[in-house]
């Protein structure tokens, strides 16, 4: 077994490559703050659920509906393309959709959140090595 075959480590490094992704493009729509026209982007959230699924198809059944009266959210000023990306709507008057503060604020989570995955991706590994007895 090696490394690649542990779930755990799996799902971690594919959300620290989710992660590096959206840094790229957050920074491109940072970069694109001041270009008429440009409308900031951002990936499509990870679905925890699918993710579970993937991973462990038969440990999981997943979410029952239990009513059809829930209430249901509402588009939130946001499209969704085919490649995954999240496009805002509201524009400037230059047609420029890249708010700073939000795409700052974004970026440090995507920072904080990163560093939390390979924080815990650097403890799965050294638990192993500590039980294997090569620390």
Known sequence: MT??????????????????ARQTLLSQNVAN?????????????????????????????????TDTKHIVVPGSGREQSEDGTVTQTETTETGNSVSLEEEMMKVADTQAQYQAAANLYSKAVGMMRT?????
């Open 3 to 20: 490394l690649s075959d542990v779930p755990f480590l799996s799902a971690l490094r594919e959300r620290m490559s989710w992660l590096n």
């Open 33 to 65: 703050a001041d270009t008429p026209g440009y409308a900031a982007r951002d990936l499509k959230p990870m679905d925890f659920q699918s993710e579970l699924q993937r991973h462990q198809p038969s440990a999981f059944a997943g979410m029952a509906v």
């Open 131 to 135: 039980a294997i007895g090569s620390a």
